[in-house]
């Protein structure tokens, strides 16, 4: 899928530079033309020789180079290059994107391109985790750029935690999937996934057990099939999905919102698990026992209803919207008034009864509910069924 595409390979100043290489490699196993942008600190971690040698390029650093400059090199790179991938992306080089600064070439073809880009994090958990980081990588999302990673595990630096850079084979397929000439390619999709937080105080919160295996699943089973997809995810276990557009949230309230800025789109997979309600006001210091034997009384409110509140638009509304319902008893009578009531065109009805191992597992095992009826599928991986929910997509919105 990226034979004969040139991509504009930014390579910046982290210790992940090395994985560069490799990726190098991966691409130009596949085909593609890969021309080689290094930061000055770049080099300080993996050397241009190296680069060109495995790109078959030349290493172009340089802004004020006289030779490649005076045809605007910076603009001519950005124009050559099917799309722009920057692996990895400090969080130096994402609050320079962030801000429109433009100090090295980097920065300059980056900011003068009219090409997409591709972003691949990669930084110290706590650089990660910092408000700063996240408002940039907030303010990148917004503009555009597509996230690929960044993992959780062990740092350089000793520390566990998200911040490590996706693996090239990963960055692989977040490229492949952007080039995928699928039967989406063009339709914008919106998919959700995960639990929600609600919080209770600083230190407790209500949530479920949803892992967001199944919501992953979704968004990468579209993303190969050529959609553009925002993939908006509560606090999950899983590995977040590559070649998407990556927002995270913590309650319902902004996931809400968050679907909401995301449309319009031709469709929207809701396959969270949000939580119903919330305490109707928080506690702003930890709620501790005073030894009285008297409980803690806590008073709820209803979360909005994402699902209903996208079915009932009267302006933006998906073409389709697919809804999901885990149930424990009475599943397809129990789906199918979900179906009715909040206003749908699908509801995917998961039976997680205790018995069936399903909520946390591998496997799924689901009915289609639309307004022609149920239609049971046999119990699968989640990726098959995922696979299986993507197609029938697609053949709704072709």
């Known amino acids: 899928m990226v034979a004969g595409k040139h991509i504009l390979l930014v390579i910046t100043g982290g210790v992940a530079a090395f994985k560069s290489l490799d990726l190098i490699r991966r691409l130009r196993e596949r085909g593609a033309l890969v021309t080689p ?3 000055a600190s770049a ?18 650093s340089d802004l004020f180079n006289l030779t490649d400059e005076a045809e605007m090199g ?64 907030a303010q990148l999302q917004a503009d555009g750029v597509r996230i690929i990673g960044p993992n959780e ?19 692989v397929a977040a490229v492949e999937g952007y080039f995928a000439n699928g039967p ?14 609600e919080p209770i105080d600083p230190v407790r919160y209500i949530a479920n057990r949803s892992s967001g295996a ?6 990468e089973a579209l993303a190969k099939l050529g959609a553009d997809v925002t993939f908006i995810t509560g606090p999950a276990d899983h590995p977040m999905p590559q070649g998407v557009r990556l927002v995270r949230i913590e ?8 679907v909401t800025e995301a449309l319009p789109a031709d469709a929207a997979i809701f396959a969270a698990a949000v939580a119903d309600w919330r305490v109707a006001s928080a506690s702003d210091s930890k709620i501790k026992k005073d030894g009285s034997g008297q409980l803690p009384v806590l008073e709820f409110a209803e979360n909005p209803d994402i699902l209903q509140d996208i079915s009932h638009l009267r302006e933006g ?17 129990n789906a199918t008034a979900k179906l009715k009531k909040k206003g749908c065109d699908w509801i995917v009805a998961n039976d997680v009864s205790p018995e069936t191992g399903i909520m946390g597992g591998s496997e799924n095992a689901v009915t289609l509910i639309t307004a022609d009826g149920a239609e049971p599928w046999a119990r699968a991986s989640k990726t098959d069924v995922a696979a299986k929910l993507a197609q029938r997509i697609a053949d709704a919105l072709t």
């Open 43 to 60: 080099a300080e971690f993996v050397t241009p020789l190296s680069v060109s040698a495995l790109s078959g390029q030349k290493v172009y």
């Open 251 to 258: 309650t319902a309230a902004e996931m809400h919102a968050a």
């Open 317 to 333: 509304r998906p073409q389709l919207v697919v809804g999901f319902a885990a149930e424990t008893d009475d599943v397809i009578a």
């Open 184 to 197: 989406l390619s063009g339709k914008t999709v919106v998919v959700t996934s995960g639990p929600t937080h």
């Open 214 to 219: 199944q919501g992953t699943a979704i968004a």
């Open 74 to 137: 910076h603009i001519e790179l950005s124009r050559a290059a099917d799309v722009i991938v920057v692996a990895p992306a400090t969080a130096n080089i994402m609050a320079k994107m962030a801000a429109g600064i433009c100090d090295d070439l980097a920065t300059t073809l980056l900011l003068a391109t009219d090409k997409d880009v591709l972003i691949a994090p990669s930084m110290n958990v706590r650089m990660w985790d910092h408000p700063a980081t996240q408002r940039n990588l």
């Open 37 to 39: 942008v290094m930061t």
């Open 153 to 171: 595990g062990d740092m350089a630096c000793g520390e566990y935690g998200p911040g490590r850079m996706a693996e090239p084979l990963e960055i």
